[in-house]
């Protein structure tokens, strides 16, 4: 069955990077885009960028600057970096696979149990 | 970027009818997903393209509308259905509503 898991720090300081690894099962990742979203207790659920299943990659603008999702498809692997963290960036973070239902929509159909990450000194 | 807009909370009795809304602040088409989540797990998708049910998904729930106004709706509520549901629209970059948490009586 399809399966997604996060592993992550847990604690990260203020200004270094966060480095989280997306591990799945289940399906390919050269068939599917996988997307990161997080969910910060400011400002909720907010898409921060995709990975192709092409492995070409989109960034949300807010993020552009300072993220980088990239896989190992022969892992089943994909990541997220993102550097000059800030307490605002504590949250849980997760890994989507978004489907393409009815020829049209695209939708993160499969999501992990999400990295918790709190950025303290 | 698209400003989706929820109730913050809403309170039924199970075996009632709830509908949960969500706007957005320009026309996504039917680009809008619903998902259910529970405290300490990861949102489940329920509802896709404004009105589709998800494979799994309890025929309980519905969804309808297109462009900029868009509902939730489970009829009759259970127990179980005690979470936190959000609206997403995939029309431009992904946007996520603020949730409404639905507690029951």
């Known amino acids: 069955q399809v399966q997604l898991k996060e592993t992550g720090p847990g604690l990260v300081q203020p200004t270094q990077t966060l480095s989280i690894t997306c591990t799945v099962s289940g399906f390919s990742l050269t068939s599917y885009y996988m997307q990161w979203v997080r969910q910060t207790p400011g400002k909720g659920l907010e898409w921060m960028g995709f990975?192709?299943?092409?492995?070409?990659?989109e960034y949300n603008s807010e993020f552009k600057s300072r993220l980088s999702i990239s896989r190992d498809t022969s892992k089943n692997q994909v990541f997220l970096k993102m550097n000059s963290l800030k307490t605002e960036d504590t949250g849980v973070y997760y890994c989507a696979r978004e489907g393409y239902y009815d020829g049209y929509y695209y939708v993160m159909d499969a999501w992990g149990q999400g990295a918790s990450v709190t950025v303290s000194s | 970027d698209t400003v989706l807009t929820q109730s913050p909370a809403l309170a039924v009795s199970p075996g009632e009818r709830v509908t949960i809304s969500c706007r957005a602040s320009?026309?996504?088409?039917?680009?809008m997903h619903w998902y259910q989540q529970k405290p300490g797990q990861q949102p489940k998708l329920l509802i896709y393209g404004a009105s589709n049910l998800e494979s799994g998904v309890p025929a309980r729930f519905s969804g309808s509308g297109s462009g900029t106004d868009f509902t939730l709706t489970i009829d009759p509520v259970e127990a179980d259905d005690t979470a936190t549901y959000f609206c997403?629209?995939?029309?431009?970059?992904?946007?996520f509503g603020g949730g409404t948490k639905l507690e029951l009586k």
């Open positions: 990975i192709r299943s092409g492995g070409s990659t």
């Open positions: 997403q629209q995939s029309w431009n970059d992904p946007t």
């Open positions: 320009e026309s996504v088409s039917t680009g």
